[in-house]
T-cell receptor, first 114, second 116 residues
Framework: DADVTQTPRNRITKTGKRIMLECSQT?????MYWYRQDPGLGLRLIYY???????NKGEISDGYSVSRQAQAKFSLSLESAIPNQTALYFC?????????????FGPGTRLLVL | AQKVTQAQTEISVVEKEDVTLDCVYE???????LFWYKQPPSGELVFLIR??????QNEISGRYSWNFQKSTSSFNFTITASQVVDSAVYFC?????????????FGQGTRLTINP
């Protein structure tokens, strides 16, 4: 089984709808992240969480909210979807070691907002 | 500010050729980490390597090798004897410290196509 899973893998929605993207991990990592990928822009950080009680905004958090329901679960919500939120969304987890930290990514969710 | 530049948007080579993907970075930190990720056509992001700024040894893993040069702020990735399965988008990334942990700053990616 995959260590980091995302549901749904693909989603089409309409402008103004509320949707939730879910991320689960079995790695036991404390830190979780949400990124979005747009063509030609690489990945950009939306939100990150160091543990269940610690959630922080990333560089492009406007229009998004998150919930860390448990150590293993981190959900991203679009309260009122708009077309420029069409993107590929990635969840990532990480843990540090004495030499640094590595992020491991889920398979991604392709979102189309019409 | 942290910045990663992958100047090559797309590269296309014939199978068995060697190919080098360039990555240049800017950082304010004295200690930092550099990464390469692979995104195959299926879309997932696969971790390839992490390099710490205090370790300038080059690394080789099978057909993959990485050349880290602090003096030129570069972390280039070479695939030797390329194969069709190497076709993917490759991202270089740089750590950015945030409140005791790190986020990643990504380059724009290089789309590599290996033709049979």
């Amino acid at each position: 089984d995959a260590d980091v899973t995302q549901t749904p893998r693909n989603r089409i929605t309409k402008t103004g709808k509320r949707i939730m993207l879910e991320c689960s991990q079995t790695k036991g990592h404390d830190r979780m992240y949400w990124y979005r990928q747009d063509p030609g822009l690489g990945l950009r950080l939306i939100y990150y969480s160091f543990d269940v009680k610690d959630i922080n905004k990333g560089e492009i958090s406007d229009g998004y909210s998150v919930s860390r329901q448990a150590q293993a679960k981190f959900s991203l919500s679009l309260e009122s979807a708009i077309p420029n939120q069409t993107a590929l969304y990635f969840c990532a987890t990480s843990v540090g070691d004495r030499l640094g930290e590595t992020q491991y990514f889920g398979p991604g969710t392709r979102l189309l907002v019409l | 500010a942290q910045k990663v530049t992958q100047a090559q948007t797309e590269i296309s080579v014939v199978e068995k050729e060697d190919v080098t993907l360039d990555c240049v970075y800017e950082t304010r930190d004295t200690t930092y980490y550099l990464f390469w990720y692979k995104q195959p056509p299926s879309g997932e992001l696969v971790f390839l390597i992490r390099r710490n700024s205090f370790d300038e040894q080059n690394e080789i893993s099978g057909r993959y090798s990485w050349n880290f040069q602090k003096s030129t702020s570069s972390f280039n990735f070479t695939i030797t004897a390329s194969q069709v399965v190497d076709s993917a988008v490759y991202f270089c990334a740089l750590s950015d410290r945030i409140q005791g942990a790190q986020k990643l700053v990504f380059g724009q990616g290089t789309r590599l196509t290996i033709n049979p």
